[in-house]
C-alpha cells in the first residue's frame, strides 16, 4: 500500500526549459515564484540552470537573494517594487521600477542597482499608469544616474479570449510604449510574456525575452491544440498517485462520508476509498464532475474529506489498486478546463508535508554545487 504520492519528473523540467530556450534563442527569463509553482525551489532552480537558463524572476526578495547566492552569474529579477536598496545593491538584484514617483521619492538611494521600468497595461498591479508617466520617468532617470536595464509589463488577458479581444489591446499599446522607448534608450531587458502570450505570438518583436511560468511546469494555459508543436513538446512533470484502502458496497440510499456526502443511487454500488484528500492539496472542486484514473480506466469520485476520497468504480478494481489523479494521461490542465481552477492553483495547493515527495530522474539536475 503505498501513501499518497507526488512523483516530480526532473528530466521534464529540463526538456521544458530547453525547449523553450531553443524557440527563443535563449531568452527564457524563468518564472519561480512560489516556491517555483510549489515544485521545490532549490531543485527547479538546478534543473533550469542546468538546461541553460541563466536568468530567472521571483516576487520574493528572499528568494531572489537566494538564487544570487546559489549562482553569481545570473540575472535575478524581483517582480514586487522593493526599497530595500542596500540588499539590492549587495546581491545585484535587478528590480522593478513601479512609478515615477518611486523615483521623487528614492532617488538618493537607487544607485548601483539594475531597474526594469514597469507599463501597468491594464494589470495595475504597479507600473507607470500613462505614457506620460512612462517616458517621464525614464528621462527622470536618465538625468539622475539611475540605470534603467531594462523595461517589461505583464499582460493580463494572455490566456483570456473574450469577445472585445482585450489580449490585442493590451498588447498593442505595450509595443508602442517599448518601440518608442528603445528607439530612445538600449535595454538589455525587454520582457512582456507569460506562457499564454508566448503560446499565442511566439517571441515578441523587439523583446529581449519571454517570462513563462506554467509552460517550464508543463501545463497548458488555455485549451492549446493538442497538434500544436508546443502542445507535444512540453511535458507534463508532476504524477499524483495513492491507493485504494478499502471497497465499500452500497444499497440504494446507503450513504457514505460525512454528513452522507454521497447516497447510492442503485444496489450493489462498488465504492473504493482512496488514501488522499484535500488535506494533501487536493483541491474540493477536483471531485465535482471529476475522474481519477485506476488502472488505465477512469472512474467518477463522489466524496472528498481531509485525507480519503471515494470513487465508484467496477469489478476490475482491488484494495491495493493505485489511483492516478495527475499524470501525463490526466494533466493538470485538463482539470482547468473542467473549471477546477488554473494549472497554477491545483499544483499551489499539494502539500509537500503530507505528501511522499519522490524527485524522478535527477542526474537533471546536473552538478550540484
Ligand atoms: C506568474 C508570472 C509570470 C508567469 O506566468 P505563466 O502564466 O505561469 O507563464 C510571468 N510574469 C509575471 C509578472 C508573473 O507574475
Given at each position: ?17 530547453k525547449?523553450?530556450i ?18 521545490g ?35 535575478v ?27 521623487l521619492?528614492?532617488k ?18 504597479s ?15 536618465s ?21 472585445k ?44 525575452h ?39 458496497n ?36 477536483r ?5 481519477v484514473?485506476?488502472n488505465?480506466?477512469?472512474?467518477e ?9 471515494v ?59
Open positions: 500500500m503505498i501513501e499518497a504520492t507526488l512523483k516530480i519528473n526532473i528530466a521534464a523540467l529540463y526538456n521544458n526549459a525547449y523553450l531553443e524557440k527563443t534563442n535563449g531568452g527564457v527569463i524563468a518564472t519561480v515564484k512560489n516556491n517555483a509553482y510549489n515544485f525551489l532549490e531543485k527547479v532552480l538546478h534543473t533550469f540552470y542546468n538546461a541553460g537558463i541563466r536568468a530567472f524572476s521571483t516576487t520574493s526578495l528572499k528568494d531572489s537573494i537566494y538564487i544570487r547566492e546559489l549562482y553569481p552569474n545570473v540575472m529579477f524581483l517582480l514586487n517594487p522593493c526599497e530595500e536598496f542596500e540588499l539590492l545593491r549587495k546581491y545585484k538584484i535587478s528590480c522593478t521600477l513601479p512609478s515615477y514617483d518611486f523615483l521619492k528614492n538618493e538611494n537607487m544607485y548601483d542597482i539594475y531597474w526594469h521600468l514597469e507599463w501597468a497595461g491594464i494589470m495595475r498591479r507600473g507607470c499608469r500613462s505614457e506620460e508617466e512612462f517616458f517621464q520617468a525614464l528621462e527622470f532617470a538625468n539622475n544616474n539611475i540605470n534603467i536595464d531594462g523595461i517589461w509589463t505583464h499582460f493580463s488577458y494572455a490566456d483570456e479570449f473574450d469577445d479581444n482585450t489580449y490585442l489591446t493590451e498588447k498593442s499599446r505595450w509595443i508602442d510604449i517599448q518601440k518608442k522607448a528603445c528607439s530612445l534608450c538600449d535595454f538589455q531587458y525587454v520582457h512582456s510574456q507569460n506562457s499564454p502570450s508566448f503560446a499565442r505570438d511566439g517571441k515578441l518583436e523587439g523583446h529581449t519571454i517570462r513563462p511560468g506554467i509552460f517550464l511546469y508543463g501545463c497548458m494555459p488555455y485549451e492549446i491544440e493538442s497538434t500544436s508543436e508546443v502542445y507535444n513538446k512540453i511535458q507534463h512533470v508532476l504524477d499524483l498517485t495513492a491507493s485504494v484502502i478499502s471497497i465499500i452500497l444499497d440504494l440510499g446507503e450513504s457514505i462520508g460525512y454528513c452522507s456526502s454521497y447516497v447510492a443511487e442503485k444496489d450493489n454500488t462498488r465504492l473504493a476509498v482512496i488514501n488522499i484528500g484535500y488535506g494533501d492539496g487536493l483541491k474540493r472542486e471531485i465535482k464532475n471529476n475522474i484514473e485506476i488505465g480506466r477512469r472512474y469520485l463522489v466524496s472528498i474529506m481531509m485525507s480519503h476520497t470513487a465508484i468504480v467496477d469489478n476490475s478494481v482491488n484494495v491495493g489498486d493505485i489511483a492516478r489523479y495527475y499524470g501525463k494521461e490526466i494533466p493538470v490542465h485538463e482539470f482547468t478546463f473542467r473549471g477546477v481552477g488554473s494549472c497554477s492553483e491545483q499544483i499551489s495547493y499539494f502539500n509537500h508535508n503530507t505528501l511522499n515527495v519522490v524527485y524522478e530522474n535527477i542526474e537533471y539536475l546536473g552538478q550540484v554545487k
